[in-house]
């Protein structure tokens, strides 16, 4: 009797955390997967996490997204803000964002993408998954305290990392497999290291963001966190290559045994 073997086209979630300048990583997991002939068909994804997610689910090659990064100039003085709640006008950056963006919809893009942003009026967490794109992407990459929140009709917003900094509970339900990504590492250090007040306000961020989003990794069925991530900060865009060197390296290894679609035996 002759056995045949069939593929079974599997569901694969992409969750990418967020992480400032670190989510540079989220890059060259993407360039590992595209090696290793891994689709996504769902993208859930926060702030940092959420600008890479959109533009891997618009089309962009991980090339393209590295440029993205160096062209955004994030501190430009033609970006400041005056008379408002942050250092940073996040709304000028929407013309850097509609050149990838055209369309400025998430139904023009070729992968469902889900992404969150925290409405500071009443406290709550916003999923933004249909209608206009630009807005939510940037709301959820505005840094409490460095980038004016983004109003989107009635609600104020800024980044999703404040209340679920890896959403991989927005996208489990819809796939039989998820790979996260995870790039706020969480490590013992020493006094020398919180020498001043933006050291020990990252420290905390750091904290809250992996005691909150820890027990969601037993969801993921291949878990991708770089080593020596932490050696960065949140803007450390100086550092792009190096950042993108590792999250490559990191997915590497992690999908050295991965087989995307098991097979079923018929």
Same mark, same amino acid.
Not at 109 to 135: M, Q
């Given at each position: #009797?002759?056995?045949?073997? #069939?593929?079974?086209?599997?569901?694969?979630?992409?969750?990418?955390?967020?992480?400032? @300048?670190? !989510?540079?990583?989220h890059?060259?997991?993407?360039?590992?997967?595209?090696?290793?002939?891994?689709?996504?068909?769902?993208?859930?994804?926060?702030?940092?996490?959420?600008?890479?997610?959109? %533009?891997? @689910?618009?089309?962009?090659?991980?090339?393209?997204? %590295?440029?993205?990064?160096?062209?955004?100039?994030?501190?430009?003085?033609?970006k400041?803000?005056?008379?408002?709640?942050? $250092?940073?006008?996040?709304?000028?950056?929407?013309? &850097?964002?509609?050149?990838?963006?055209?369309?400025?919809?998430?139904?023009?893009?070729? $992968?469902?993408?889900?992404?969150? @942003?925290?409405?500071?009026?009443?406290?709550?967490?916003?999923?933004? &998954?249909?209608?206009?794109?630009?807005?939510?992407?940037?709301?959820?990459?505005?840094?409490?305290?460095?980038?004016?929140?983004?109003?989107?009709?009635? !609600?104020?917003?800024?980044?999703?990392?404040?209340?679920?900094?890896?959403?991989?509970d927005? /996208?489990?339900? +819809?796939?039989?497999?998820?790979?996260?990504?995870?790039?706020?590492?969480?490590?013992?250090?020493?006094?020398?290291?919180?020498?001043? @007040? &933006?050291?020990?306000?990252?420290?905390?961020?750091?904290?809250? #963001?992996?005691?909150?989003?820890?027990?969601?990794?037993?969801?993921?069925?291949?878990?991708?966190r770089?080593?020596? /991530?932490g050696?960065?900060?949140?803007?450390?865009l100086?550092?792009?290559?190096?950042?993108?060197?590792?999250?490559?390296?990191?997915?590497?290894?992690?999908?050295?045994? +991965?087989?995307?679609?098991?097979?079923?035996?018929?």
């Amino acid at each position: #009797m002759t056995r045949t073997i #069939m593929y079974l086209k599997m569901n694969t979630g992409l969750v990418l955390s967020g992480g400032g @300048a670190r !989510g540079i990583a989220h890059v060259g997991v993407i360039r590992a997967l595209e090696e290793k002939g891994i689709q996504p068909t769902h993208i859930a994804g926060t702030s940092a996490g959420a600008i890479v997610g959109a %533009l891997y @689910a618009a089309g962009c090659p991980w090339n393209e997204m %590295l440029d993205f990064f160096k062209s955004t100039q994030i501190f430009s003085v033609k970006k400041y803000a005056r008379s408002q709640p942050g $250092i940073v006008d996040t709304s000028k950056f929407y013309d &850097h964002f509609k050149s990838y963006f055209p369309s400025d919809s998430f139904e023009s893009l070729h $992968i469902p993408l889900y992404i969150t @942003a925290t409405n500071l009026l009443d406290g709550t967490l916003k999923v933004f &998954h249909s209608g206009e794109l630009i807005k939510p992407i940037l709301a959820s990459a505005a840094v409490p305290g460095i980038f004016v929140p983004i109003q989107i009709k009635n !609600g104020y917003y800024s980044d999703g990392g404040t209340l679920n900094n890896f959403p991989v509970d927005l /996208i489990k339900m +819809y796939c039989e497999q998820i790979i996260g990504v995870f790039v706020n590492p969480f490590g013992v250090i020493k006094k020398e290291d919180l020498k001043h @007040a &933006h050291n020990v306000m990252e420290r905390a961020y750091h904290i809250m #963001m992996t005691s909150d989003n820890r027990v969601k990794f037993d969801d993921c069925d291949i878990l991708i966190r770089p080593e020596n /991530i932490g050696n960065f900060g949140l803007f450390s865009l100086n550092k792009i290559d190096t950042i993108f060197d590792i999250g490559y390296a990191a997915a590497k290894q992690a999908l050295k045994s +991965y087989t995307p679609n098991q097979p079923i035996k018929g």
